[in-house]
């Protein structure tokens, strides 16, 4: 049998007894359920101010020139006012409930001072728009009576608007913005606990194995490298299957409650960029877990050895958190996410942020494939040395010079 072969039906033992268990299932609609239970959440709490009712405003024939100023103010405030004409005696019938109509107020008297008749408290949104619009009105009427045209004055006014501008837009730093984050933070989690989980998994597996001597058996017939390729093969793949679905549930999640209209980021680059250094990272770290955890022999042991690499990923992960979307083009970024084990991390959440030049991210993709051969002849070398090492603890001094 090839050794490829040999890996393949490796990985395929990994994959059905990892991802195909009742826990795992479980766990994973779990997370889904919670997704669009978020999703729904969500979306009712962001769609309550936008299909808020639209005030509807009764007027007499004398007051009836406020429309217009009465439409564009609601419009400026992000709501609707619907104005009707109506007489006094049937504006009250509909205040006081006596008809099946809704109305909100009732605009009388001069349209320079009008009179606003409500059913109880008035409410101070509409009244900022009469007022708006009287004031509107006034304004109109004195430029005519100086000779002027009034909707010349009005689309002055409109257009008098002040040019906002920022040190940060001057200094090329785009500065923090907050969906953005989001966004960035929400592929940040998927993509950590996708690697933890997926480096805990290898972890396990092999000490459960040498624990019950299974790997023994196994050893009798496959290498020990083709058993340590085909287990991180395996998990890996499930770890993949993670990422895309959760890391795709929240995209879809998202763009259906709204979150991400009118947001700059490009979501299906990102989510490609973070499948990338998934794979990227997963090689990295994965290869450390199974390597380190041949160590030793006993599950209660096992965090002697994963602790230390949990920290490898909690690092970058927090430090990811807190200095990228500070500083996504600053000196010691660009420092750090040429780093292996810091690349993972920074660079999905700078290009989320528009902060990589064209060179960086192919010479990190180049670093971190470079140093992957390298791992793979350490993890082996532990991995045999350690694997049928049965006792206490073995040193990782003591794997590496066997």
Partial sequence: MSALRTVWMVAGREVRTRMMTKANIISMAVMLAVIVVAAVVGGYFLSRDDDAPA?????????????????????????????VTMT?????????????????????????????????????????????????????????????????????????????????????????????????????SVLLFSLIGSGTLIAMGVVEEKTSRVVEILLATIKPTQLLAGKILGVGLYGLFQVVVLGGAMAVAASAIGLLDGLEINVGASLAMMVVWFLLGYALFALLFGGLAALVSRQEDIGTVTTPLMLMLLIPF?????????????????????????????????????????????????????????????????????????????????????
């Fill in 88 to 188: 006094r005696d049937a504006a009250e019938a509909a205040l006081a409930g006596d008809t099946d109509d809704e109305l909100d107020a009732f605009l009388d008297g001069d349209p320079t001072a009008p009179t606003v008749l409500v059913a109880g408290a008035a409410d101070p949104q509409l009244l900022a728009l009469v007022t708006t619009a009287t004031q509107s009105f006034v304004l109109a009427q004195q430029v005519s009576d100086l000779g002027g045209d009034p909707a010349a004055v009005g689309q002055a006014m409109a257009t008098a608007t002040p040019t906002v501008e920022t040190l940060a837009a001057a200094d090329g730093n785009p500065g923090f913005d907050g969906p953005t984050y989001g966004i960035a933070m929400a592929m940040l």
């Fill in 55 to 83: 005030l509807t405003v009764a007027v007499t024939d004398s007051t009836a020139a406020l429309g217009d100023g009465l439409r564009a103010g609601a419009a400026g405030q992000q709501t609707e006012v619907d104005v």
């Fill in 318 to 402: 927090y430090v990811t958190m807190f200095l990228v979307p500070n500083d996504p083009d600053g000196t010691a970024v660009r420092i750090l996410s040429q780093v292996p084990f810091f690349a993972p991390f920074m660079m999905p959440v700078r290009e989320a942020f528009g902060g990589l030049a064209a060179w960086e991210l192919p010479l990190a993709v180049a670093i971190a494939v470079v140093t992957i051969p390298l791992l793979v002849w350490v993890a082996a070398r532990i991995y045999q040395r350690g694997v049928l090492h049965t006792g206490g603890r073995m040193k990782l001094g003591e794997a590496l010079r066997g």
